[in-house]
């Protein structure tokens, strides 16, 4: 069942897009629906865009409820596994 929850925040970093071509994000979105391309009946979606460059700059993911708390525990783990002082 869709929440109907979207989550949206800003962050930094970078993606790369089609073509291969890297670029800046600073909006990300995260939601729990329907997917569009996924061979799931619903999936966590997790959009990384920079909307000042349109609607091409964009990264776009569609995780299984599994494979999304797989991702959220891979990140802690990499994030405490480096010094403090480079965390902040």
Request: negative net charge; contains cysteine; aromatic residues 6%.
């Amino acid at each position: 069942m869709c929440t109907y929850l979207t989550v949206k925040d800003v962050v930094d970093g970078s993606a790369k897009g089609p073509g291969g071509a890297w670029f800046h994000v600073s909006d990300v979105t995260v939601y729990f629906d329907h997917p569009v391309h996924a061979m799931a009946e619903h999936t966590v979606n997790i959009d990384l865009a920079d909307p000042s460059k349109g609607p091409a700059a964009r990264v776009a993911l569609e995780l299984t409820a599994d494979s999304a708390r797989r991702l959220v525990a891979a990140i802690q783990l990499a994030l405490d596994a480096a010094a403090a002082e480079l965390t902040l």
